[in-house]
């Protein structure tokens, strides 16, 4: 008579293991059976830490914008003003080196130059907006890639009042500041230029090292 609960007890343990997907063990405790539910070794329990993402902070990102455009706008403003005061320094410097009404005309695309580079792109550089700081600094190149048009035509001529040298050496500041004009726009991302990617002329060792 004792065998039908037994058989009882161990069909409702294969259903438990079965249905659930637990492990069930018996353990004996005087006249009584006792059941504790484990989880299988198979499926051991994982408990995922919980990782809590924090999305950045609008407030920080406007500020390090803030302050990435104050920096390049310092930087290059300087660069700007400096500019036009040396290219006013070369035409003095040339004009006293023969003082004539026929070589004051070294002053016209300095003077031009100097009053777009003060005026117009000086102001724009220095703005604090993005889009005025790219357009001051297109403006600052163009005016440096002018200037050096009107010193290699001063090289070239024929005659010159005042030594070339000095012509040259107002040459080499405007290419100076055409490079630094235009290293701002492309490094500090105002323009995208894109390089095409150059072929590689050492192939890969796929038989290992030599």
Known sequence: MMRFPICLLFISII??????????????SGNRFNRQTVLPKSSPAIISPRII???????SSLKLVTADLATVGLV??????????????ESIW???QAPSFDHDKVFVPTTVAA????LRSGLLITSGNADSIALGLEIATATSVLLGASYVARLVAPFSPSSKEIAFGGLLVALAGFFSFSQNLVVDGFIDVNIPQLPN??????????
């Open 94 to 96: 040339s004009f006293s």
């Open 115 to 118: 009053t777009i580079l003060i």
């Open 15 to 28: 259903l438990d293991i079965h249905v659930m997907g637990f492990t069930t063990s018996v353990v004996p």
């Open 53 to 59: 993402v924090r999305p950045e902070s609008p407030v």
């Open 201 to 210: 002329i050492f192939p890969e060792n796929q038989g290992g090292d030599l």
């Open 76 to 89: 290059a403003g300087q660069e700007n003003y400096g500019f036009a005061i040396v290219t006013l320094i």
